[in-house]
């Protein structure tokens, strides 16, 4: 489901209760939600310009590394990146805290871009099964949410994902393989051909929170600029290591009271590290 927020929901960072019920039960029930442009198009210019020259720098140093023409890579903490709307924004962390209760942790702050020429991903899920024995499904403990630099479209290469429930399979189904081949348990890739999905269409700043589990995968960009997701994972607080994520001292003093939260297991006092060190 895809939710526009008004102009008073976004100036006061809150939903109310209603509405946060809903947003928190999409998550659960349904796999997502989306809240579309709720950071403003400034603010995500100057995120995508700050952005596009590292990862070229990247690509050019370590190349791509999630399927022909599209990258994973880490972001440097460090403005623009870090700026409160993207890693603490008050409307995620309430549907956050509503899900996985107080106490949740950051533990990945990177991104996801199919350059032009990319092509589909395996449906896949993000996780590997907690418990490889267990055969019922677990609640959520770990949720992606992801940032769009740019409008997505058909053209650029939107995330394709299938809600409804993939999300809530046994525990040892999740994750297309297992130890290199096919999880026995779940054929992910086969079933998800005869399973409804839909593409995410939104605005560059939207905010999509999704059950890290919820199968998913890249689609070709067949525009002629990149498409970059930014990515972060918050666990819920028992749950994940620490983010390895160096953050230096006075930036971490910097941040937010709920950012210092969320950021309290990363690497504080270290210099933070381009993608290629
Ligand atoms: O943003 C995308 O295109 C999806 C990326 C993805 O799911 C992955 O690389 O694992």
Redesign the pocket.
Known sequence: MKLKLTEQELASGQLNPELLELAAEQVRVNGYIVFDKVISEEKITRIRQAFDPIFDSYIEKRGYN??TN?A?MFLPFMEPFIDNDVIAHPITMSVIDKVLGQGHHCSYFAS???MPGSDY?AV?C?IMPLFPELTVPLPAFSLVV?IPLVDVTEEN?P?EIWPGGTHLNPDNANHDTLDGSVNPNLHIVRAAEGMLSEKVFMSAGSIVIRDIRMW????PNRSNYR?T?L?MIFNRYWYGSSSQTPIPQETYDSLSGKGKEIFRGARIGQPAAMPWD
């Open positions: 999630t399927g599209r994973q996801d871009t199919p991903q896949h993000d992801n290469g995330l998913h995968r890249g689609t498409r997701n990515a």
